[in-house]
């Protein structure tokens, strides 16, 4: 079956421009996270929707980092006037269990290149 | 928030069976312990999740002790195939939703011919 979508999967943008992220995540699934993987750096977890709602977005490193979901499946990250630090891959994950309970199926991610 | 640590690389031989231990001094009781493998430019993949003692599936082995302080994956008869780098993820976002995953820096296993 399919499984988690990411796009684009390629995006290279100017400093302080915004860009917008997608997941789609595997149907029926009510978790979904967000996740960042710098070059060379290990796995940083940044949101966690259950179903629409995100009630901690604590671990979004600025301001400028925002995310949404709608219908219970795709989620949007948004990153609002780039900075050169926020390149990185950004993984989405979902989950049938909520809560960071059993497996999670990562999308393959969307390389974000800040210049 | 647990901190975990882990192993920065580990080499083996194929067949050997490889244990990759996590510390998680600071683990909350509600955390589960999860490990996930990942191969360069793809998304990690699950590979087991423990909360208390041993757990075991078709690939591997989780060891937890009794102070849940840290964590053992153990891969039996590793194959040239299971080069890759593998993370410890400790956390639980609980019933309110909130809280953080935190994932070990990650343990880059090389299995040698």
């Known amino acids: 079956g399919a499984g988690v979508s990411q796009s684009p999967s390629n995006k290279v943008t100017e400093k302080g421009k915004d860009v917008e992220l997608r997941c789609d995540p595997i149907s029926g699934h009510t978790a979904l996270y967000w996740y960042r993987q710098s070059l060379g750096q290990g796995l940083e977890f940044l949101i966690y929707?259950?179903?629409?709602?995100?009630?901690?977005k604590s671990g979004l490193p600025s301001d400028r980092f925002s995310a949404e979901r709608t219908g219970g499946s795709v989620s949007t990250l948004t990153i609002q006037r780039t900075q050169q630090e926020d390149s990185a891959v950004y993984l989405c994950a979902s989950s049938s269990l909520p809560a960071g309970q059993g497996e999670q199926y990562f999308g393959p991610g969307t390389r974000l290149t800040v210049t | 928030l647990a901190k975990t640590t882990q192993p920065i690389s580990m080499d083996s031989y194929e067949g050997q069976e490889v244990n990759i231990t996590c510390s998680h001094n600071n683990i909350a009781t509600n955390d589960y312990i999860t490990w996930y493998q990942q191969f360069p430019s793809q998304g990690p993949r699950f590979i087991i999740q423990g909360y208390k003692t041993k757990v075991t599936n078709e690939v591997a082995s989780l060891f937890i002790p009794a102070d849940r302080k840290s964590s053992t994956l153990s891969l039996p008869r590793v194959s040239l195939s299971d080069t890759a780098v593998y993370y410890c993820l400790v956390g639980d976002l609980g019933s309110s939703n909130t809280g953080k995953l935190i994932f070990g820096q990650g343990t880059t296993l090389q299995v040698k011919p």
């Open positions: 929707f259950q179903g629409n709602s995100a009630p901690d």
